[in-house]
């Protein structure tokens, strides 16, 4: 069973204060991905990654960075977080050369910017 | 700008009826099609899938109806029970894109 976990389920930040939230997948995928979820906006995609140190911008990766030095975590930074970035972000893993197959999702982490 | 349209928003079912939800793309590259299903407090999983070869794929009570010709696609949920309360998202891939499109979502509410 694949599992995807995030560090946090809940975070409260205060608006310039540098954000890391964190993903883990123990199912060795090769492709991760971060995503923010909006009311009426659906899924966005922030930042993709298909291997260790490989990047690329999905839709919305203005104000946000991402590391990827394992296989199996992918972390999404916040630099200096603004009220606009709060939202539920999600992780998510797929298998290489698949990355429309089955995308499987942690539990998402809610952040608050004050 | 929005590559997948979903509708409604929002959709209030009485316990054995059936849900519909729909989804419309323009970009005619895509060639994949999945629907995803959220539950409070949970991420999406994925719950059907349709290629654009086929204009049907039925999975228990579940059931995506495709369109190519229209270029919609929708999801049917017979039977309707209060446990498919949730939210649920189409998406849209295409060959060479790193990513899935998603639509909006719809909250679904069955009532008992």
């Known amino acids: 069973d694949v599992k995807v976990t995030q560090s946090s389920r809940y975070l409260v930040k205060r608006t310039g204060e540098k954000v890391f939230l964190e993903c883990v997948q123990d199912?060795?995928?090769?492709?991760m991905f971060w995503y923010r979820q909006d009311p009426g906006l659906g899924l966005r995609l922030i930042y993709f990654?298909?291997?260790?140190?490989?990047?690329e911008k999905g839709d919305i990766p203005e104000g946000y960075s991402v590391s990827r030095e394992k296989k199996e975590r992918f972390s999404l930074i916040l630099e200096s977080a603004s009220t606009n970035q709060t939202s539920m972000y999600l992780c998510?893993?797929?298998?290489?050369?698949?990355?429309?197959?089955?995308?499987?999702f942690g539990p998402g982490t809610r952040l608050l910017v004050l | 700008q929005q590559q997948v349209k979903q509708s409604p928003q929002s959709l209030i079912v009485q316990k054995g009826g059936i849900s519909i939800i729909n989804c419309a793309y323009e970009?005619?590259?895509?060639?994949?099609f999945p629907w995803y299903q959220q539950f409070p407090g949970k991420g999406p999983a994925l719950l059907i899938a349709i290629r654009p070869d086929v204009s049907e794929k039925k999975e228990g009570r579940f059931t995506i109806s495709f369109n190519k010709s229209a270029k919609q696609f929708s999801l049917h949920i017979m039977d309707s029970q209060p446990g498919d309360s949730a939210t649920y998202f189409c998406a849209a891939y295409r060959a060479g894109a790193n990513n899935l499109f998603f639509g909006t979502g719809t909250r679904l509410t069955v009532i008992p």
């Open positions: 970009n005619t590259a895509f060639d994949y």
């Open positions: 990654s298909y291997d260790v140190k490989m990047k």
């Open positions: 199912m060795d995928h090769e492709n």
């Open positions: 998510a893993s797929s298998l290489q050369g698949r990355p429309q197959e089955t995308q499987y």
